[in-house]
């Protein structure tokens, strides 16, 4: 099975699906996990019209598919990218939660459940702006 899969991705276009299926499935569950750690629930709060909310997921959507880019840039199979995105998203949620613990005056999450959107957009800065330095350390 796995010579049938390794053959089906030595292929341009097989290699194209399959790394974009690879990343599709890994953002879900990484969104996923987000979701779990933060205390407001995203995608209720972007439905209600929370536009800070919607700039700290869209920050975080933007961070994990660009580790992954990093990933499928230095990786020669998806086992490689998959293996690296997910330390990749290990590291980019680990300083998600160091930021709530880096603003003691405030709770990021609170501040981003209110619609305080300058909280939301330093959010979104800062999970993009780390997702190039976790990227980098990838290369």
């Known amino acids: 099975m796995m010579e049938a899969v390794d053959e089906l991705l030595s292929h341009p276009v097989g290699a194209l699906i399959g790394y974009f299926s690879v ?4 953002l879900i569950v990484y969104l996923a996990c987000f979701e779990w750690v933060t205390k407001y629930k995203c995608w209720d709060e972007i439905r209600k019209g929370n536009v800070a ?17 990093f990933c499928i840039e ?21 300083a998600y939660l160091l930021l709530e613990f880096m603003t003691p005056v405030f709770s990021v999450d609170e501040e981003i459940g209110r619609d305080n959107r ?4 330093i959010v979104l800065i800062i999970t993009v702006s780390l997702s190039y330095v976790i990227g980098a350390g990838i290369t």
């Open 118 to 121: 300058a909280v939301g957009l």
């Open 74 to 94: 230095h990786n020669e199979t998806v086992y490689g990218m998959m293996k690296w995105s997910f330390f990749g998203f290990i590291l980019l949620l680990a």
């Open 23 to 26: 990343a599709i499935l890994a």
């Open 53 to 69: 909310a919607a700039m700290a997921t869209g920050g975080k959507i933007f961070g994990i598919c660009n580790i992954i880019r």
